[in-house]
């Protein structure tokens, strides 16, 4: 079981390599994103798999990860939702006994200590997915997104990266997520990788 971080299984953590090169909190993202088969309810798995190829786990089935891990690809409209963090990292977990993905619960009211916690995940190199809710925005319920980059105004979110390659990003100034977080209902947690 490995607990520290490496990229493409190079065995720097990725603290380091973005300290040599200079590279964004997240590096080479664009190279560990995967696309969501289903827009509607594979956020989560797909998050983890852009996570665990980031970190250059061995062993792992990517090819039908996000299948194996959106525990709502056959969700029947009159039943409840079963993808979050926990349960989709417990089923992972329970094929891959060796990854643990971990995920924090803030308080409404807490979007500061939110952004603190994202902040300090980010600056030391650490890929965390957050959870957003959509209500600012139109939508319901609430998006996962990876951090990709963060600067000292703003967080870098990837939205999604569809069948044909694009990837849409969010710049999501750091007030409002605070904003959001703290008037908002759903979109309280983040999840990030222990060990893999």
């Known amino acids: 079981m490995r607990d520290n ?14 300290e040599r090169w200079g590279m964004s909190v997240f590096p080479d993202w664009e190279r560990f994103a995967v696309p969501q088969k289903r827009e509607e309810t594979g956020c989560i798995p797909t998050g983890y798999e852009m996570i665990l190829r980031a970190a250059g786990a061995t062993g792992i089935e990517f090819a039908t990860f996000q299948d194996d891990f959106d525990l709502d690809k056959d ?15 417990a089923a992972v977990r329970a ?11 803030f308080d409404p009211g807490c979007g500061q200590d939110k952004l603190r916690f994202i902040e300090d995940h ?5 890929p965390l997915l957050i959870s957003l809710a959509k209500a600012p925005y139109s939508g319901r319920g609430w998006h996962i ?47 990030f990788l222990k060990s893999y």
């Not at 971080?5 to 973005?18: D, E």
């Not at 980010?122 to 650490?126: A, M, N």
């Open 122 to 126: 980010v600056s030391k190199k650490q």
């Open 145 to 191: 997104m990876p951090v990709v980059d963060m600067d000292e105004s703003s967080l870098t979110l990837l939205e999604i990266m569809r069948t044909d390659g694009a990837k849409d990003t969010k710049e999501l100034p750091k007030t409002e997520l605070v904003r959001i977080h703290n008037n908002y209902p759903g979109g309280d947690n983040v999840a």
């Open 5 to 18: 971080l490496s990229i493409g299984g190079a065995g720097f953590s990725l603290q380091v390599i973005a």
């Open 75 to 89: 969700r029947k409209q009159h039943e409840g939702f079963r993808n979050n963090f926990e349960s989709v990292a």
């Open 95 to 105: 094929k891959y006994p060796q990854v643990v993905f971990e995920s924090r619960r």
